[in-house]
């Protein structure tokens, strides 16, 4: 079981930047991958970045070169930093992780971008 506490979600003006924070409860070390996804009002959820134990990146076309993925191994802890945000990014954002016991996901935490 993996525990996971998203933060650093909120309220910002188009053009601006936010980083979301997602702690886990064990060593993400254990982790296959760890990531972000995202869900509009009305839509499906939606892969927004990943990164592997091993270090490949992955990220949605609609963020490339805006959003970067990375984590801080000693805090247990994986990051999503957003630049250049638009209306369109305004989402719930999840964090997941996958391991050998399964898929766990954050509570979400909610960004709107808006002026």
């Known amino acids: 079981q993996v525990q996971l506490v998203e933060s650093g979600g909120g309220l910002v003006q188009p053009g601006g930047s936010l980083r979301l924070s997602c702690a886990a409860s064990r060593n993400i070390f254990e982790c296959y991958v760890m990531g972000w996804h995202r869900q509009a009002p009305g839509k499906q959820r939606e892969l927004v970045a990943t990164r592997t134990n091993g270090g490949t990146i992955n990220y949605a076309d609609a963020v490339k070169g805006r959003f970067t993925i990375s984590r801080d191994t000693a805090k247990n802890t994986v990051y999503l930093q957003m630049n250049s945000l638009k209306a369109e990014d305004t989402a719930v954002y999840y964090c997941?992780?996958?391991?050998?016991?399964?898929?766990?996901w954050g509570q979400g935490t909610q960004v709107t971008v808006s002026s």
């Open positions: 997941n992780v996958v391991t050998s016991e399964g898929s766990y």
